[in-house]
């Protein structure tokens, strides 16, 4: 079992920046991959940027350039910075972790873009 909680998200005006924090309740070495998604009102979750145990990145087309997705094992955390931030990102952040066959969800944390 793993508990996630996130932290970081907020209101922020349109080109500002943000970093979301996801800070896991055991090591996360063994977690094959971590990510973030997020979910906009009557929208379905999008992944947006995740990073595997070995460090390779994917992030979705829109926000390529602007979020840099990274992971600290000794931390059991892993971050989302987000700069250049658009009306458009505005989401509950959700983070995501995977084990073998085992998914663990953050609560999500509420990130809000003003134009």
């Known amino acids: 079992q793993a508990q996630l909680v996130e932290s970081g998200g907020g209101l922020v005006q349109a080109g500002g920046t943000l970093r979301l924090t996801c800070t896991i309740s055991?090591?996360?070495?063994?977690?094959?991959?971590m990510g973030w998604y997020r979910q906009a009102p009557g929208k379905q979750r999008e992944l947006v940027a995740a990073i595997t145990s070995g460090s390779i990145t994917n992030y979705a087309d829109s926000v390529k350039g602007r979020f840099t997705i990274s992971r600290d094992n000794a931390k059991n955390t892993v971050y989302l910075q987000m700069n250049s931030l658009k009306p458009e990102d505005t989401a509950v952040y959700y983070c995501h972790a995977k084990s073998g066959i085992m998914n663990y969800w953050g609560q999500g944390t509420q990130v809000t873009v003003s134009s």
């Open positions: 055991r090591s996360i070495f063994s977690i094959n991959v």
